[in-house]
């Protein structure tokens, strides 16, 4: 069984900062990841993603209205995922969700297996 808990959204002004982490927990069986995201949500949207990494070689790739503000990374002895995201800006308000994916350099949200709850970024102007 695979857990991935979202934790880090919070409400901040425009122009601040916030770091989310995603911890991963698995339990028996096999867990075959080659890579993970953080995918965002607004009301009646698309679930968009936002940026991703590939586990083992942490190469990182983004959606182009976070890239330069956005960081993706990973601590593979902790099996936590980060994103930390400033100069965040109104339209970052979404809930945040990471992703596990067996299918590297996957960014459509249907190629990820394993989701969390997601956590709430707010930005207010």
């Known amino acids: 069984q695979v857990q991935l808990v979202e934790s880090g959204g919070e409400s901040v002004q425009a122009g601040g900062s916030l770091r989310l982490t995603c911890q991963v927990s698995v339990s028996g069986g096999s867990f075959k990841r080659f890579g993970m995201s953080w995918f965002r949500q607004t009301p009646g949207q698309e679930r968009e993603f936002v940026a991703s990494?590939?586990?083992?070689?942490?190469?990182?790739n983004y959606v182009d209205s976070v890239k330069g503000r956005f960081t993706i990374s990973r601590d593979k002895a902790q099996n936590t995922l980060y994103l930390q995201m400033n100069t965040l800006q109104p339209e970052d308000t979404a809930v945040y969700y990471c992703a596990s994916s067996s299918i590297a350099g996957a960014r459509l949200a249907r190629q990820y297996e394993y989701w969390g709850r997601g956590t709430q970024v707010t930005v207010s102007s």
């Open positions: 990494i590939m586990w083992n070689a942490g190469l990182p």
